[in-house]
């Protein structure tokens, strides 16, 4: 096993783990750090896989603001938090186990038996993705880009407007 | 080539997702059902950049879109926080079973 | 001269190549990664100890008092007296705290603060890892402290814990809005996001060349820091200790570490971004003695701050952020951008400024943009500025509502 599969096994199992963590977990800030663990572990995936700016997009915008977010609206809304003996789940959480256990089952199989058409060996990777991302950002990605900033936007007025008190 | 295969980060991704769904679907607390849906995001956005990586390297597509993804989290978690806490304000619950009144 | 400004690194070089007589490359190259680590943490722990005792020393000055003077000279030692009490207290775990999110709240503070040293230029080719989103690296890191902050006000199961932590977060997560705009308008003059192509880009010092930024970036940093007049999260008088009252000994002893590093830290990024890193100015000095000047002397700059402000309302504070900051950082983005439209500084990561002539026309335009920029803003927002000193001459609308009634008493 090399050092990189030793790395991507450790990031993937903090990850895998973490992510039951928080799905089972009984307090949901509980949960909330759990996740925080997983959105670490994916971080570590996006720099394994040679993608360092987007692991550190990753950890600034995951970690640093929906996460803190999350834990916000927990401490926001006490009286539901607080009593610890609330059942976590409804009623429909065993067929819903059997249900993504199948689905889990289906796409690896599915991921294995795939021949995926791998990009040649030796082709170069792109370094100095800051400068690169940027320039296709104003220029062939730019309609995507611009709609994601409008949404964003959007989204910030009616976060603010929904949430006010009046 | 890297010496981890494609098909590994491909089923992380898968497992990861089957996570996310499970908690969207069986908790309770509204809050809890976002988290799982950021998981699910999270899984997307490890499909795309391994593609960018091991299929599409000389292309910026995949790293695009994971960050297009990332903003699209980061709104959705706005707006869903948002209402909830005006949910709660004005039912004084998070459960998302006493939250019916549009439910027939 | 020229031997003591490459000290450091011709130190390093040395016990390489004394390793490498006994290792493989690979070893060398991890023990290296391994000793860096090590030794920025221990000088940034190091720094946190003669800051304590800066601080004391200087605000005690500035209150007409002597500060501490009893353990060594001048209480020098009184860090090292201040630790091992802190070491020798009981460790206490409050009943009914979340235990392990209780304990793991100070290490994951201190974790990330520690990490900024990574990137930061301490002089000419000092750099332990020069990433080329350093400016990124180092908001996303003081963004992951939040969490920490949330964990131990959530985990102490206390009123004062739980809103200390709220009002900290909210305030940290609205002052890094308006300090990222104007580390953007930089990043757009130097062209890139390596703090060593910052530091390359700062022919003259970009304090010079956007001054109205500086003093803004100033502000924000001191409330981003949780430094008074902005520590409203650890308001004695109305919160005890903020966050961190319910932890002891060192426990405690870690958030305090977590504060004064990443003072450090923020005075090293003040340093490099805008006071032209470890560049000598006029004296030739060794070039990481030079940024450690700069650095401690913005850190007398936030010392000084506390000696000197009474503390805002958090109503004030918020208000002040997104009222104020927030819209005038945004702009200063567009202005800078359109002036480095017409005189730019990098293309290409090339410096295209020629010569002193050419700097001093990149500073005398960029200069007077900012000013001119500044006095419209000031213009602009003469009507609240008027009320705020109004406000302050009054009193606190809390303190004058007291004084009627004891009048009518």
């Given at each position: 096993?090399?050092?990189?599969?030793?790395?991507?096994?450790?990031?993937?199992?903090?990850?895998?783990?973490?992510?039951?963590g928080?799905v089972t977990?009984?307090s949901?800030?509980?949960?909330a750090?759990w996740?925080?663990?997983?959105?670490?572990?994916?971080?570590?995936?996006f720099?394994?896989?040679?993608?360092?700016?987007?692991?550190?997009?990753?950890?600034?915008?995951?970690?640093?603001?929906?996460?803190?977010?999350i834990?916000f609206?927990?401490?926001?809304t006490?009286?539901?938090?607080g009593d610890p003996?609330?059942?976590r789940?409804?009623?429909?959480?065993?067929?819903?186990?059997?249900?993504t256990?199948?689905?889990?089952?289906?796409?690896?199989?599915?991921?294995?038996?795939t021949d995926?058409?791998?990009?040649?060996?030796?082709t170069p990777?792109?370094?100095?993705?800051a400068?690169?991302?940027?320039?296709?950002f104003?220029t062939?990605?730019?309609?995507?880009?611009?709609?994601?900033s409008v949404l964003l936007?959007?989204?910030l007025?009616g976060?603010?407007?929904i949430?006010?008190e009046? | 080539?890297p010496?981890v295969p494609?098909?590994?980060y491909?089923?992380?991704a898968?497992?990861l997702?089957s996570?996310?769904?499970?908690?969207?679907?069986?908790?309770?607390?509204?809050i809890?059902i976002l988290?799982?849906?950021e998981l699910?995001?999270?899984?997307v956005?490890?499909?795309?950049?391994?593609?960018w990586?091991?299929?599409e390297?000389e292309?910026?597509?995949g790293?695009?879109?994971?960050?297009?993804?990332i903003?699209?989290?980061?709104?959705?978690?706005a707006?869903?926080?948002?209402l909830?806490?005006?949910?709660y304000r004005t039912?004084?619950?998070?459960?998302?079973?006493?939250i019916?009144?549009?439910k027939? | 001269m020229?031997?003591?400004?490459r000290?450091?690194?011709?130190i390093?070089?040395a016990f390489?190549?004394?390793l490498?007589q006994?290792l493989?490359?690979?070893a060398?190259?991890?023990?290296?990664?391994?000793?860096?680590?090590?030794?920025?943490?221990?000088?940034?722990?190091?720094v946190f100890m003669?800051l304590?005792?800066?601080?004391?020393?200087f605000?005690?000055r500035?209150?007409?008092r002597?500060?501490?003077?009893?353990?060594?000279?001048?209480?020098?030692?009184?860090?090292i007296?201040?630790?091992?009490?802190?070491f020798t207290?009981?460790?206490i775990?409050?009943?009914?705290?979340?235990?392990?999110?209780?304990n793991?709240?100070?290490?994951?503070?201190?974790?990330?603060?520690m990490?900024?040293?990574?990137v930061i230029?301490?002089?000419?080719?000092?750099?332990?890892?020069?990433?080329?989103?350093g400016v990124l690296?180092?908001?996303?890191l003081s963004s992951?402290?939040e969490v920490a902050?949330?964990?131990a006000?959530?985990?102490s199961r206390?009123?004062?814990?739980?809103?200390g932590?709220?009002?900290?977060?909210?305030q940290?997560?609205?002052?890094?809005v308006?300090?990222?705009l104007?580390?953007l308008?930089?990043v757009l003059?130097?062209?890139?996001?390596q703090?060593?192509?910052l530091?390359?880009?700062?022919?003259?010092p970009?304090?010079l060349?956007?001054?109205?930024a500086?003093?803004?970036?100033?502000?924000?940093a001191?409330?981003?820091?949780?430094?008074?007049?902005f520590?409203?999260?650890?308001?004695?008088?109305e919160?005890?200790?903020?966050?961190?009252?319910e932890?002891?000994g060192?426990?405690?002893?870690?958030?305090?570490m977590a504060?004064?590093?990443a003072?450090?830290?923020?005075?090293c990024?003040?340093t490099?971004v805008?006071?032209?890193g470890?560049r000598?100015?006029?004296?030739?000095?060794p070039?990481?003695l030079?940024?450690l000047?700069?650095?401690?002397?913005?850190l007398?700059v936030f010392?000084?701050?506390?000696?000197?402000?009474?503390?805002?309302r958090?109503?004030?504070l918020?208000?002040f952020c997104w009222?104020?900051l927030v819209?005038?950082?945004?702009?200063?983005?567009i202005?800078?951008?359109?002036?480095?439209?017409?005189?730019?500084?990098v293309r290409?990561?090339?410096?295209?400024v020629?010569g002193?002539?050419?700097?001093?026309?990149t500073?005398?335009?960029?200069?007077?943009t900012?000013?001119v920029?500044?006095?419209i803003?000031?213009?602009?927002?003469?009507r609240?500025?008027?009320q705020a000193?109004?406000?302050?001459?009054?009193?606190r609308?809390?303190?004058?509502?007291l004084?009627?009634?004891v009048?009518?008493?």
């Amino acid at each position: 096993m090399t050092a990189e599969q030793f790395v991507f096994v450790v990031a993937a199992l903090i990850t895998l783990g973490s992510a039951v963590g928080m799905v089972t977990s009984r307090s949901v800030f509980v949960g909330a750090l759990w996740m925080i663990a997983v959105f670490g572990g994916v971080a570590a995936l996006f720099i394994l896989v040679g993608a360092g700016f987007l692991g550190i997009v990753q950890i600034l915008i995951y970690i640093g603001a929906i996460a803190v977010l999350i834990l916000f609206a927990i401490m926001l809304t006490p009286r539901v938090m607080g009593d610890p003996n609330a059942p976590r789940y409804n009623r429909q959480w065993p067929l819903v186990a059997v249900m993504t256990t199948g689905l889990a089952a289906v796409l690896t199989v599915l991921v294995l038996r795939t021949d995926w058409p791998l990009a040649q060996e030796g082709t170069p990777v792109i370094t100095g993705f800051a400068v690169e991302l940027g320039k296709g950002f104003m220029t062939t990605y730019i309609l995507p880009f611009e709609v994601a900033s409008v949404l964003l936007l959007v989204a910030l007025i009616g976060a603010i407007v929904i949430a006010r008190e009046e | 080539m890297p010496s981890v295969p494609l098909s590994w980060y491909l089923i992380v991704a898968a497992l990861l997702f089957s996570i996310g769904a499970y908690g969207a679907l069986s908790r309770r607390n509204a809050i809890g059902i976002l988290m799982g849906i950021e998981l699910m995001l999270n899984a997307v956005n490890i499909n795309l950049v391994a593609f960018w990586r091991y299929v599409e390297v000389e292309g910026l597509a995949g790293q695009m879109f994971a960050i297009i993804a990332i903003t699209v989290a980061a709104a959705e978690a706005a707006v869903a926080l948002a209402l909830i806490l005006a949910i709660y304000r004005t039912r004084d619950t998070v459960n998302v079973e006493e939250i019916d009144l549009l439910k027939w | 001269m020229q031997a003591l400004d490459r000290l450091f690194i011709s130190i390093g070089r040395a016990f390489n190549s004394f390793l490498s007589q006994f290792l493989p490359p690979t070893a060398v190259t991890v023990i290296g990664m391994f000793l860096s680590a090590i030794i920025i943490s221990t000088f940034a722990a190091l720094v946190f100890m003669f800051l304590t005792w800066l601080e004391r020393k200087f605000v005690g000055r500035m209150q007409d008092r002597i500060g501490p003077n009893r353990v060594g000279p001048f209480g020098l030692l009184q860090p090292i007296a201040d630790a091992i009490k802190m070491f020798t207290k009981e460790l206490i775990t409050p009943e009914g705290a979340h235990k392990v999110a209780y304990n793991l709240a100070p290490i994951l503070a201190v974790a990330p603060v520690m990490m900024f040293f990574a990137v930061i230029p301490f002089g000419r080719d000092m750099v332990a890892a020069d990433l080329d989103v350093g400016v990124l690296y180092l908001v996303a890191l003081s963004s992951a402290t939040e969490v920490a902050i949330l964990m131990a006000g959530w985990a102490s199961r206390n009123k004062f814990a739980l809103l200390g932590a709220m009002r900290a977060v909210a305030q940290m997560l609205s002052y890094e809005v308006p300090l990222v705009l104007i580390l953007l308008a930089l990043v757009l003059m130097a062209g890139s996001m390596q703090l060593t192509e910052l530091v390359a880009a700062q022919g003259v010092p970009f304090a010079l060349l956007q001054p109205v930024a500086f003093l803004i970036f100033i502000v924000a940093a001191a409330a981003e820091l949780n430094r008074t007049p902005f520590d409203i999260p650890e308001a004695e008088s109305e919160l005890v200790a903020g966050y961190h009252t319910e932890y002891g000994g060192m426990k405690f002893g870690l958030f305090m570490m977590a504060e004064f590093i990443a003072a450090f830290g923020m005075a090293c990024l003040v340093t490099t971004v805008f006071l032209g890193g470890w560049r000598p100015w006029i004296i030739p000095l060794p070039s990481w003695l030079w940024f450690l000047i700069k650095a401690f002397a913005v850190l007398f700059v936030f010392i000084w701050f506390r000696g000197t402000f009474p503390r805002l309302r958090i109503d004030q504070l918020q208000a002040f952020c997104w009222k104020f900051l927030v819209p005038v950082t945004l702009l200063n983005v567009i202005v800078t951008g359109v002036v480095v439209t017409f005189f730019p500084i990098v293309r290409d990561g090339q410096i295209v400024v020629q010569g002193a002539g050419g700097w001093a026309v990149t500073t005398v335009v960029y200069f007077a943009t900012s000013v001119v920029f500044g006095l419209i803003i000031a213009w602009l927002y003469r009507r609240p500025t008027q009320q705020a000193l109004r406000q302050i001459e009054v009193g606190r609308p809390a303190a004058r509502g007291l004084s009627q009634e004891v009048q009518a008493a």
